[in-house]
């Protein structure tokens, strides 16, 4: 195949897949990352080694390209630790290709930090991974660099040494000179922001990683965090458009007689579940039924996965709900804010509303399952005492993490909320809702807080207990 014709593969070419480079045979065996029809990234054998393929194809290939080696090229410039640039070329009308060494048995930070993530805050394990990828900053920024795209990702460890990935990201200010202070200040907001907002107090005392890097300048606490949450909102207003189109995230279909939205990774998993998701629904285990919602766990490929069926009651509960998103399109919005956000819930897989000329009907919501004990169940042994220390931090930690970020659950039933790996998982996502200001806020949390204890009468010690622990506004 030419590499023109590449660009006409789609989102998954059959491999292996033999190109034709440069009078050089290409074998491309596994896909990394693919934007369809302008980047196919993956592990490809070239010369009888196994090498990191960039393959850079359509109307944008050229620009694309030239941002790439000029990345490449910087890093190796400047002495950073970079996987070395074995060849490259662009030819017109077909495009470019970039070829790198294979780091074998190299580990991402992000994977490194995954492993780590629910130790407690700033753990001995979470700061050695910080403090490789501060320091590979720091290297970065002092030489006149930054990564637009800073992400753990971006930054490799391969025998005890971290690496920098990734050139077209790579910017310059000033090649071989320290990069600005609000240049710093900006490109270390994105790195911050990536990170569970129950890090920032820790954030002054990880710096000192960086500071050993680049000391060029005094960094004031409060300029950064202000990038940091900058960063954050940005963050999450992306996250939240990608979940409602199609991307490289999410397979979506939008039309005027139905919407599907499933994570890509799963689409094709779940496709004999999506194509007759109701009669799953009546052959799987039934947690409510009738009314306006239906529950029921369901099995595929030996995996347990919830979908609730939001249905339509009569013609009257229809003229209400017709004209507005439907409450599986908000939980489904509400689980993927949750899930960017840090807070515990059934990942979202799957979303579908049933139209007829853009006017909805029914509509589903599939998620992962949820095995543990819900709370009215785990806490019913302690009703005349106090339940175990770590669930109740947990639940400080919950609590905390809705009033940083202003969420409000709507239905805060004891029902709602289920012990899982280590924290409290929030479920019934269809009464949710992030709040702008503060007031509004208040008043949804006050809401919350007395239905969350009304789950146990209260004059008994564990409602006495929860209470004074809870926080109020």
Known sequence: ??????????????LPLQLELGGDTLVLERLLRVLPGQ?????ARWRGRTVLAKLLVGGKAGRHFERELAGARLL?????????????????????WLLFEYLDGAESLWDAWRTVEREPMLSD???????????????????????????????????????VIDGGGVQVEMAGQPLSRQRVLENLGVFFAQLPAELEPFIEELLVHYLLANAEHALPLEALLKEVDKVRRWR?????KKAARDCSLFAARVGAFGLRVVRREHEAELAPLLAQIDGHIEDGHIYKTGGAAT?????LSGRPLVVKRYNIKNWLHWLKRFWRPSRAWHSWMEGNRLELLGIATPRPLAVIERRWCWLRGRAYVVTEHCGGE???ARFAPYIDGAPPEDELLALDRLFAALIRERISHGDFKGHNLFWDDGRWSLIDLDAMRQHDGTTGFARAYARDRARFLRNWPAETPLHT???ARLPRL
Not at 295 to 299: D, F, N, W
């Open 125 to 163: 394990g979470q700061q050695l991974v910080l403090g490789e990828a501060l320091g590979s900053i720091g290297q970065l920024h002092a030489r006149g660099l930054w990564q637009a795209d800073l992400h753990l990702d971006n930054l490799l460890r391969h025998e005890g040494r971290p690496f």
């Open 76 to 96: 190796a410039e400047q002495g950073l630790v970079t996987p070395q640039l074995l060849t490259e070329s662009f030819v017109a009308g077909q495009g470019g």
């Open 236 to 240: 999450l207003r992306d996250y939240l």
């Open 39 to 43: 980047r196919y990234v993956g592990l």
């Open 374 to 376: 819900d709370l009215i």
């Open 295 to 299: 529950v029921a766990r369901v099995g």
């Open 1 to 14: 195949m030419r590499l023109d014709e590449l660009q006409q593969a789609g989102r998954e070419p059959a």
């Open 465 to 467: 207990l929860l209470d």
